[in-house]
């Protein structure tokens, strides 16, 4: 990391430092293999769909909360197509590729803009002093962007398994993958506040 030379959300929203590019791919390399490890972690198979519910979506949901939409696509991507490669489900490893990768930028887009929103109104309002300190995401943002990540999801998916296997049988994969994506939404948020309470710093990683 190093100091900070002008005010912006890309340089960080917390301590006033940039972080550096080697940083941020190291970072990239751990958060893509946490996400695969969550992947893995707890997997319930659908057998019409030869797919399966996992808890990736609580890594891509706190990447994408924590990080911002650029880490988060290539995490979330990159992470769920190397877990359905371990596990054993190399037809489904491209379309979560894309279809995660997708999420993930799109969540932490909203989230971004909503942020950037927000330095802004406090930028004005404060002192030079003051300035890039604040960093909250309001939780009507985080409803919009769980909607928003489930929509991609269940919806690309629903359409995946509908051109590999059929429409009634990817229609069995929705309820799950809904509720898949709200305990991502709930669980990544919660993550997100317990990493940034524990260690306020990450919180320059965004952008």
């Not at 909203?110 to 950037?116: E, F, H």
């Not at 002093?129 to 409803?143: A, H, Q």
């Amino acid at each position: 990391m190093k100091q900070r030379s002008e005010s912006g959300l890309g340089s960080g929203l917390g301590s006033g430092i940039t972080v550096s590019p080697a940083y941020r791919i190291v970072s990239i390399s751990i958060l893509t293999a946490v996400t695969a490890v969550f992947t893995l972690l707890i997997r319930i198979p659908i057998a019409p769909t030869r797919g399966y519910i996992n808890l990736g979506d609580v890594a891509i949901y706190f990447t994408a909360f924590t990080f911002g939409p650029i880490t988060a696509v290539i995490t979330a991507g990159l992470g769920t197509a190397i877990a359905d490669l371990l596990a054993g489900y190399a037809q489904w490893a491209p379309i979560s590729l894309f279809i995660h990768g997708l999420q993930g930028f799109f969540v932490g887009m909203i989230v971004r803009k909503s942020i950037v929103r927000l330095q802004q109104r406090l930028d004005a309002d404060k002192t030079e002093d003051e300035k890039g300190k604040k960093y909250r995401i309001s939780f009507p943002v985080i409803l919009l962007a769980g909607l928003v990540g489930l929509v991609i999801m269940v919806g690309l998916y629903f359409l995946a398994g509908a051109a590999l296997v059929g429409f009634g049988a990817a229609a069995v994969e929705v309820p799950g993958n809904i509720i898949q994506c709200i305990v991502g939404t709930a669980g990544g948020l919660l993550l997100m506040k317990t990493v940034m309470k524990a260690y306020p710093p990450i919180r320059d990683m965004f952008f």
